[in-house]
C-alpha cells in the first residue's frame, strides 16, 4: 500500500512539476512579449 502511495504521490508530483514548468514558460513568453514591445515603444520615445 505504501508503495502504491509513494508511486501515486509522484506521479502526482511530476504532473505537477511539469504543469508549473509549462504554466512559467507560458507566462514568461507572454510577459516577454508584451513587455518587450512597450519596452521598445518608451526607448523610441525617450531618444
Known amino acids: 500500500v505504501i508503495k502504491n502511495k509513494a508511486s501515486l504521490l ?3 508530483v ?3 512539476i511539469l504543469d508549473c514548468c509549462i504554466f512559467n514558460w507560458a507566462i514568461s ?3 516577454n ?3 518587450a514591445h ?3 515603444a518608451q526607448k523610441k520615445s525617450s531618444s
Request: aromatic share 20%; hydrophobic share 20%; net charge negative.
Open 14 to 16: 511530476n504532473d505537477y
Open 38 to 40: 512597450s519596452s521598445v
Open 29 to 31: 513568453d507572454y510577459i
Open 33 to 35: 512579449n508584451r513587455y
Open 10 to 12: 509522484g506521479m502526482d
